[in-house]
């Protein structure tokens, strides 16, 4: 902005205060100097009714949204469920990004509770350090998290059936002949992973199966940490005949782990990966996924946030919406193994 | 928020100019008042000291991004880059999608200008329409204009070097043996899109080589829209021989066509796309692309807008970031011509 109602009030040649009551619109002022006050607003652009107007009702229009990485496909088209949803209320959108650190998160979160929106969308970086977001609501903040739950009552909580998923996306691996399958995610601080994981357990269990320690890992929230696992992975004495990666970016981090060690998807490493993703169906081969309803997700945690906002005050709730899993050819059947064998598995 | 100061004047059994003044900072308001105030504020949970604040300094510390749609994950990366910059300095990232449409972009700058940020950075959605923009820079608004430029003076634009890029893009093309080009893009509102048209159609002029108006495409911004239109120009009567796909979604819109329609990529059809994306190297074939600096981007016009918000009056500029062809699969050598036939078009 720039011009302050200083700069006003001395353009006006009335008091800060006299400036600031016109400009607010409360409190009593001479015709005179509120004609001068507008003049001097008018002359120098200053533009602050909405500041104003926020200090009077309480309101900004803005809804803030903490996710871990704005860069991420994943969280771009959740903000654009959210952003379509709140710009009809005529909000708009903060964005913050956390890098998926708590305390990136709670000074992402201090700095925008503190100044400018009336509610926060959050996708909690930490199942352990949430303190920060404990405080909000026990404010009776408007809050509402998404893609990841807490253990914490009274606030919404929208996500997907992260355990379901992940119990498809394995049993699918399990019913094409594939038995020892790995687990890839990033950091188990993230509640998903936790679930993703879960889900992979019971699947295994089903069957009988055993978790291998060495073909469970976890890094961190980018592709080049994905690659890193996957490579070192896919080094090991034993090779996992099928890799569960439990997000987008895990998944790009196999293909090019695959590709850079030449092992061919799936004649030697069948992928499955939680997360549909534009391209999944341009690769050759085409990529086995979860698909999760992500626009929806954003658009759901904003509709119940504005229904807070606007003093709900029903019991909070947990709402999880449904993944689906989408065969491809990165699932195809296992190749070394015998009908009889596949059978067994099954 | 919530809580207004009506409900803690209410609370604290003062006047509502009572309560603002306090919780403002300026004014005479007696002791004990104030005290009830700051008392019926803090059991409210009321939060209004940023907002007071701006008041007074004309500063709310946040930076507003006007994109064509932050789902894109060009502009998300563009998003992250401005973003990790600002954060450094205390700033928040408001971000708006305009469905690259002048009208909702107006309404955006209205609704971001009149109320909550410091400057914004702008990718216009329309060269033609932005009088709401000439605006923003005759009242001196600090403004950066990102991606895409518009014929307006007093303005900061920080963009790539797109006719050199799409130059590059085409010259490969024909280096490699073709001739029947096709230019495929969003709407021509979008000056990037001009510019790369141009690039296009200076490597045909080098060769002297026709434009033929049936291989000149363009939709709307959207993965559907370029592959309706890929659809359309690969079932022509005479199908070219390689397409240039002018950004990311043309290139998935392009892929998606030919693999329905079952043309080979490089065998029947080459393509290279404008900017690069994470997967291009996973594909089979890996697709040829113009890489351009996006992060960067971002990171260049929130650095030319700080310092506009500090006060910097030198005279705007025009930055060009430079663009990189990377040669993939995608542009192999057209299998078509002979050796004689290539070396005529090099």
């Given at each position: 902005?720039?011009?302050?109602?200083?700069?006003?009030?001395?353009?006006?040649?009335?008091?800060?205060?006299?400036?600031?009551?016109?400009?607010?619109?409360?409190?009593?002022v001479?015709?005179?100097?509120?004609?001068?006050?507008?003049?001097?607003?008018?002359?120098?652009?200053?533009?602050?009714?909405?500041i104003?107007?926020?200090?009077?009702?309480?309101?900004?229009?803005?809804?803030?949204?903490?996710?871990?990485?704005?860069?991420?496909?994943?969280?771009?088209?959740?903000?654009?469920?959210?952003?379509?949803?709140?710009?009809?209320?005529?909000?708009?959108?903060?964005?913050?990004?956390?890098?998926?650190?708590?305390?990136?998160?709670?000074?992402?979160?201090?700095?925008?509770?503190?100044?400018?929106?009336?509610?926060?969308?959050?996708?909690?970086?930490?199942?352990?350090?949430?303190?920060?977001?404990?405080?909000?609501?026990?404010?009776?903040?408007?809050?509402?998290?998404?893609?990841?739950?807490?253990?914490?009552?009274?606030?919404?909580?929208?996500?997907?059936?992260?355990?379901?998923?992940?119990?498809?996306?394995?049993?699918?691996?399990?019913?094409?002949?594939?038995?020892?399958?790995?687990?890839?995610?990033?950091?188990?601080?993230?509640s998903?992973?936790?679930?993703?994981?879960?889900?992979?357990?019971?699947a295994?269990?089903?069957?009988g199966?055993?978790?291998?320690?060495?073909?469970?890992?976890?890094?961190?929230y980018?592709?080049?940490?994905?690659?890193?696992?996957?490579?070192?992975?896919?080094?090991?004495?034993?090779?996992?005949?099928?890799?569960?990666?439990?997000?987008?970016?895990?998944?790009?981090?196999?293909?090019?782990?695959?590709?850079?060690?030449?092992?061919?998807?799936?004649?030697?490493?069948?992928?499955?990966?939680?997360?549909?993703?534009?391209?999944?169906?341009?690769?050759?081969?085409?990529?086995?996924?979860i698909?999760?309803?992500?626009?929806?997700?954003?658009?759901?945690?904003?509709?119940?946030?504005?229904?807070?906002?606007?003093?709900?005050?029903?019991?909070?709730?947990?709402?999880?919406?449904?993944?689906r899993?989408?065969?491809?050819?990165?699932?195809?059947?296992?190749?070394?193994?015998?009908?009889?064998?596949?059978?067994?598995?099954?």
């Open positions: 902005m720039g011009v302050t109602i200083n700069d006003v009030a001395a353009l006006a040649g009335v008091s800060r205060a006299t400036a600031a009551r016109v400009l607010a619109g409360y409190g009593y001479s015709e005179e100097a509120r004609q001068k006050v507008y003049e001097a607003a008018r002359q120098l652009g200053y533009r602050p009714h909405s104003a107007q926020s200090m009077v009702t309480g309101r900004t229009k803005t809804i803030g949204l903490v996710v871990g990485d704005i860069e991420n496909p994943f969280f771009a088209k959740m903000a654009r469920g959210v952003s379509d949803t709140i710009i009809h209320e005529g909000y708009n959108l903060i964005v913050c990004s956390t890098n998926e650190n708590p305390i990136d998160e709670r000074s992402a979160i201090d700095g925008l509770c503190r100044k400018k929106v009336d509610g926060l969308i959050i996708a909690p970086a930490s199942r352990r350090e949430h303190s920060h977001i404990d405080e909000l609501i026990e404010h009776k903040f408007p809050v509402v998290l998404v893609d990841r739950v807490l253990d914490v009552a009274g606030v919404d909580m929208i996500a997907v059936t992260n355990v379901e998923g992940a119990f498809d996306a394995v049993k699918h691996l399990l019913e094409r002949g594939y038995r020892e399958i790995a687990f890839l995610s990033d950091s188990f601080e993230i998903s992973n936790v679930e993703r994981f879960e889900g992979y357990k019971r295994l269990a089903e069957k199966l055993p978790i291998r320690e060495d073909y469970i890992r976890t890094g961190s980018t592709v080049e940490a994905g690659y890193r696992e996957a490579v070192s992975l896919l080094s090991g004495t034993v090779r996992p005949e099928a890799v569960f990666a439990a997000n987008n970016f895990m998944t790009i981090g196999v293909l090019r782990a695959a590709k850079d060690m030449h092992i061919a998807i799936p004649g030697q490493l069948a992928l499955v990966g939680f997360d549909e993703m534009d391209w999944l169906e341009l690769v050759s081969p085409t990529i086995t996924a698909a999760q309803p992500v626009y929806e997700l954003g658009q759901v945690a904003a509709q119940r946030l504005l229904r807070r906002i606007a003093g709900d005050m029903t019991r909070p709730e947990v709402i999880r919406l449904s993944t899993l989408i065969p491809r050819e990165s699932s195809g059947v296992n190749p070394v193994r015998t009908e009889e064998e596949i059978d067994e598995v099954r």
